[in-house]
């Protein structure tokens, strides 16, 4: 199987392109234990292995770790955000039906959760604010 490309993702897995017979170069990450490909997966991983120009795995700055928990922490919030508050929030029927103390609560939730990343342990250690 041609491939190109090839670079380990981590001690165990390469990732790569493989011309497919119908779709040309398509990405493929090639496990040794994978078992449900139509190929010889092992052939080919042993083939990568073997090549000297396969890239050698890099593991990520602590900036990039850095960078990658922060994304997933945003994403957390923002989902909170988008289902759980901002329907609630943005809804006049349900926030004129709501006390003067239980409007500020979710006023105050809301920017507790747009200030999680102004925590000082803000990606790695964060303390979620309360649902009202």
């Known amino acids: ?7 380990y ?8 392109e493989i011309n497919h017979p119908t ?3 398509i990405p493929f ?3 040794p234990t994978d078992t449900g490909a139509v190929f010889d ?17 890099v593991p990520p700055t ?7 928990q922060a994304q997933i922490v945003r994403s957390t919030r923002d989902s909170i955000l988008a289902n759980e508050v901002d329907p609630i929030v943005s ?11 239980k409007q500020a609560a979710w006023t105050a939730y809301r920017q507790a959760l747009l200030d999680v990343p102004q925590q000082s342990g803000f990606p790695h ?3 979620w604010p309360t649902k009202p």
């Open 125 to 127: 250690n964060v303390a």
């Open 62 to 68: 602590q900036a990039e770790r850095d960078a990658a």
């Open 23 to 25: 779709y040309g170069w």
């Open 91 to 101: 809804n006049p029927l349900r926030w004129g039906g709501m006390t003067a103390e």
């Open 9 to 16: 993702l981590d001690g165990a897995r390469i990732d790569c």
């Open 29 to 31: 990450t090639c496990d």
């Open 41 to 57: 997966v092992i052939a080919l991983y042993d083939a990568m292995a073997a090549d000297p120009a396969t890239a050698s795995y």
């Open 1 to 7: 199987m041609e491939y190109r490309n090839a670079k």
